[in-house]
Each structure stands twice: as structure tokens, then as C-alpha cells.
């Protein structure tokens, strides 16, 4: 069974702070990565894609580690507009479109 | 671009009801998608298709629920008859494969309410 792992939270992390959370997946053969935004009552967006040798994009950066399984996010220097749910998405094939895995999301709090 | 397009936004029905959900993917996105979030499940896959032709359905729960594609700009998934563990949201997502490390689109989504 496909399993994408999360600490659900939330994370309260003051403004400007930096902050990382995990994501754990379960299938080795998993071949794509993203972390996705989910604001309150809206639909999930695709913040990035992860890279095996890890990628930054302004104040976030992914990391994948496939031999423990896990990917990171961390965002430094926090805005109250990074509060939001990031959900951590796997897909497990090289080609086609098996469909997405999604974890449950890690609610992320910013405090001013 | 428009994005991706889910009517209605809002449905509350009875239990017993037959209900519509509709799904115009981005022009030119090969493959759609319908997901279910439940704050239990979190974003479940139901099916998908790949030039309007169902790939995986076996994301969908039980026979109330079907899913059609016609053509390449309109999907609907039904339920027939709705109960109230159907209450969720349920959203469309289209996704163009050749776009590399593709993600999806989400359109806004439908949320259900079944009394």
C-alpha cells in the first residue's frame, strides 16, 4: 500500500523564523516528488518539485534522501503568508501518470 | 487560462439523492483527475483518465460512484444514490505529462454535503 507520511502538527513558528518539516514515503521505487500549499478551504498548489540533489527556490528549499526514504522542506526567514497546510506528494512511476500520493500535510502556523 | 473549472462549488443534498459533479480541465491537459479530501483520509485518488479514457478506477469507494469523461473539456463524477459518509470535498485536477516534473492543476473543488 502507497504510504506518505507527515507530522499533521501544527507547527507556531514566530516571523522570521526558519522552520522544516519531513515527509516519509513508504514505496523505494517512487520515482517524483513535490511539496504542495493548501490554504484554508482552497485547493492544493504545487509549491515545487523536489530533485535528487535538492533544489532551492527564493526562501524554500526541498531535499530528497532516497535511502532514508524522506524529503525535507525548509523555509527560512517566515511570513505570516507562509501559514498554510504543505502537503508532501509522491509519484511512484518513471513514466505516465499513475496518479499522485498525498500525505495528510503539515499545518504551519506563523505568529507574529 | 482559465485554470480548472468544478461546478458546482457547493452542494448540500439528502441522503438517497443522485449528484453531479462537473470538471472542465485546461485546455490541452491530457490527463484528469478526481480526488476526495475527508480531514480522516486526507486527499484520496478516485480515478483518472488519459485522453478521456479511464486508466484507474480503483481509487473509487463502491459502485454508487462513476466518473465520465465524453470528451476533452468536460468530466463528471456521480453519485447515485449519495450518503452522508460521502460528505467531502471533491476536487478535478488536470496534468499535461510532457511538462516534465509535472505536478497538477487543481481546479477549486466541490464540496459535498450529504444529510
Redesign the interface.
Known amino acids: 500500500r502507497k504510504e506518505v507520511e507527515q507530522d499533521p502538527g501544527p507547527f507556531n513558528v514566530p516571523e522570521g523564523a526558519t522552520v522544516a518539516f519531513n515527509c516519509t514515503y513508504s514505496n523505494s521505487a517512487s520515482q517524483?516528488f513535490?511539496w504542495?500549499r493548501q490554504d484554508c478551504r482552497?485547493?492544493?498548489?504545487?509549491l515545487m518539485?523536489v530533485?535528487s540533489s535538492g533544489n532551492e527556490d527564493g526562501r524554500f528549499t526541498a531535499q530528497l534522501n532516497r535511502a532514508s526514504q524522506y524529503i525535507s522542506l525548509l523555509i527560512r526567514d517566515s511570513k505570516l503568508s507562509d501559514s498554510a497546510t504543505y502537503?508532501c506528494?509522491v509519484r511512484e512511476s518513471g513514466g505516465?501518470?499513475?496518479?499522485?500520493?498525498?500525505?495528510?500535510?503539515t499545518h504551519l502556523i506563523i505568529q507574529p | 487560462d482559465a485554470g480548472v473549472i468544478q461546478s458546482p462549488r457547493h452542494e448540500v443534498t439528502e441522503m438517497g439523492q443522485e449528484v453531479t459533479l462537473r470538471c472542465k480541465p485546461i485546455s490541452g491537459h491530457d490527463y484528469l483527475f478526481w480526488y476526495r479530501q475527508t480531514m480522516m483520509r486526507g486527499l484520496e485518488l478516485l480515478i483518472y483518465f488519459n485522453n478521456n479514457v479511464p486508466i484507474d478506477d480503483s481509487g473509487m469507494p463502491e459502485d454508487r460512484f462513476s466518473a465520465k469523461m465524453p470528451n476533452a473539456s468536460f468530466s463528471t463524477l456521480k453519485i447515485q444514490p449519495s450518503e452522508p459518509r460521502d460528505s467531502a470535498v471533491y476536487f478535478c485536477a488536470s496534468s499535461r505529462l510532457t511538462s516534465g516534473n509535472y505536478g497538477y492543476t487543481f481546479g477549486s473543488g466541490t464540496r459535498l454535503t450529504v444529510v
Open positions: 517524483s513535490f504542495y482552497k485547493e492544493p498548489k504545487l518539485s530533485y502537503l506528494v505516465g501518470a499513475d496518479g499522485l500520493t498525498f500525505g495528510k500535510g
